[in-house]
DNA sequence: CGCATAGTTGAGCTATTTCAACATCAGTGG
DNA sequence: CCACTGATGTTGAAATAGCTCAACTATGCG
């Protein structure tokens, strides 16, 4: 239960508090492809992320539109869960993936009891409040080269290179993959970024910064 | 003070809680073009709106995506305010308005003595979550039929006429005013809808709906 | 009444999508 | 270790939805 501590909900909760919470959970492994929930289904838990790789979507029409992949120590389907409603989208493992359900009950029971708890949480909605509008302002205001470029900075976080997959990477800017490919290969011959299998390696922060507009 | 019945946050409280909330506000008005909040603005307050009409937005490089529109009693900036962070978009009133300021310290101290503003506050950004998911699909997912469409059937609640504006419609749904333009007259040419000066009136509203997706 | 703002319409343009064919890669089982 | 297979990525050509620019019209306000 070291994982719970890496969560932000829980991080700063006292071992007593922790113990509590570890009780109510319990574990649940998904391959990749399988659908942890989707719309039109009760929220009655929430999911903590232990090992793998989820992605949140919607669709329409055939079309998909990612809304946040997630991974690592990581939580989702909480807000849905806090008001007892329907999922608004899709979850789907995209590795295969370990994960700790907490029941929308009993968490609702601790977090009475918990002020700290509610704290954390609107905290960790506050943030997701606010990485959805930047969502709408990539998806509604920018380029395709602008949304690729963006895109490749926000996965840098002090590295010079990630993993990258040209269709999850399309599901995730609201392009197509021979858009995300083309216009990857403008970046390549701009010589910004070096590109070998699935991995990219920036060149010119700098430059991706400026297209990144 | 009975306003702040009428705000989702403050709904249940007793008139004891609501009396102390209210010696914590002040009025504020803004003549219509005025901006209210700007991002790079750390989140000092957040904000009910008594009278008007306001929207929050995003601009990049001349262009301007619609967050959302608040009307009556609303409240905005909740989220940025919570964590003291700086706001993510900007405010600004379309119509001559009113609004009650509340500072971030005073409403943290209440929050921490009251559990119940904390579930409401909870339920209000489990709420605009909800509500930002939807925003994602409908720009991304959607056509501009189907976006204007759903737009429409967003605003009748149980009415059959609704005021419109096409380039505040335009603003909200990722298009340009003359696409709007268009599609209302595409929308009238199927003998859907009906328009007469600033009003539009559906005739015709399962159509309607199939257009919506 | 006149002016500013908002809405309409047309013509041409362009970014992105679609469709289709091909290439590459990763994993599997022989 | 290699060959096969399905998934993933690339490239080209054509189609298209929506945008831009420009001119015009309607609307509402002082």
Same mark, same amino acid.
């Given at each position: 239960m070291e994982l719970l501590k890496e969560v932000p909900l829980f991080s700063n909760l006292s071992e007593d508090q922790l113990e509590r919470i570890g009780r109510l959970l319990f574990s649940k492994k998904y391959l990749k492809g399988e659908v942890i929930f989707s719309p039109n !289904?009760?929220? !009655?838990f929430f999911f903590i992320l232990k090992r793998g790789k989820v992605k949140v979507f919607k669709t329409l029409n055939g079309k998909e539109q990612i809304i946040k992949v997630f991974e690592k120590p990581a939580l989702f389907g909480e807000a849905a869960s806090f008001t007892g409603s329907c999922f608004p989208a899709w979850a789907e493992a995209i590795e295969d993936s370990e994960v700790l359900l907490v029941s929308r009950k009993s968490f609702l029971n601790l977090l009475k009891e918990e002020p700290e708890l509610g704290m954390n949480l609107m905290a960790v909605m506050a943030q997701r409040l606010f990485y959805l509008t930047t969502l709408v302002e990539n998806l509604s205001l920018k380029s395709a080269l602008s949304k690729l470029s963006s895109y490749i900075l926000s996965k840098l976080e002090g590295e010079e290179e990630i993993n990258f997959s040209t269709s999850l990477a399309a599901m995730e800017l609201g392009l197509t993959k021979e858009t995300v490919s083309r216009t990857l290969s403008k970046l390549k011959a701009l010589g910004v970024i070096e590109k070998k299998k699935s991995k990219i390696r920036v060149k010119n922060r700098k430059a991706l910064q400026e297209l990144s507009c």
């Open positions: !289904e009760k929220a !009655e």
